[in-house]
C-alpha cells in the first residue's frame, strides 16, 4: 500500500512562522513528543520518504503504530493552525465571539453572555456578516428566556423578533 503524501503536504506548506509557532506551542507540554520528531524528519525531507522515516525510527516503540502518529501529528499541525490564524480575518474572530458566547452560557453567566453578543452583533452587522448576525439573534433569544425566568426581563421579545 502506498504512503500517504497528506501529513508532508501538510508540513511543507507551513510558513517559517507557523512552523515556529507549532513547536513553540509544543513544548509547551512536557514529556517527550513522537511527534515532534516525526515533524522534524518530515520537515527536512524534500520528497516523502515512509520508508525512510520508518527506518530512522527502527529503534523506537511508537514505529509500530507509525500511522496513528503519523494522524495525530497531522490533527496537531492543523490544530496550531487554527490558533494561529485565530485572529486573521473576521470570520474567525466571530466564531471566537460565539465558542466564548456558548462557554459563558453554559456556565450561566448570562450578563457577561450578553455583552459578548451585544458586541459581536455590532461586529457582524459592521462587516456584513450576516449569518452570525442571525446565529447571535438566537443566543440572545436564549439569554432573553433567562432573563425573564429570572425575572429580569429587560428587553421586549417583539423588538427582537422586529430586528430578526
Not at 503524501?5 to 501538510?10: A, C, G, I, R, S
Not at 514505529?63 to 494522524?71: A, L, T, Y
Not at 466564531?95 to 455590532?122: D, G, P
Request: with cysteine.
Amino acid at each position: 500500500m502506498k504512503a500517504s503524501t497528506e501529513l508532508f503536504d501538510l508540513v511543507q506548506s507551513l510558513t517559517k512562522s507557523e512552523k515556529r509557532f507549532f513547536k513553540l506551542t509544543s513544548s509547551l507540554q512536557s514529556g517527550e513528543k513522537n511527534y515532534l520528531k516525526i515533524f522534524d524528519h518530515i520537515e527536512k525531507q524534500k520528497v516523502y520518504d515512509e520508508d525512510l522515516l520508518k527506518h530512522e525510527f527502527r529503534n523506537e516503540t511508537f514505529v509500530k503504530h507509525f500511522p496513528s502518529e503519523k494522524n495525530h501529528l497531522y490533527k496537531l499541525i492543523l490544530k496550531s493552525l487554527r490558533s494561529f490564524h485565530s485572529d486573521k480575518t473576521i470570520s474567525s474572530i466571530l466564531k471566537q465571539e460565539v465558542k466564548n458566547i456558548e462557554i459563558l452560557y453554559r456556565k450561566a453567566l448570562f450578563a457577561e453572555c450578553n455583552k459578548f453578543v451585544t458586541r459581536a452583533k455590532k461586529q457582524a452587522i459592521m462587516h456584513e456578516k450576516f449569518y452570525y448576525w442571525f446565529e447571535l439573534l438566537g443566543w440572545e433569544k436564549l439569554l432573553l428566556e433567562e432573563a425573564y425566568e429570572a425575572g429580569k426581563f429587560d428587553r421586549n421579545l417583539d423588538e427582537l423578533i422586529i430586528e430578526e
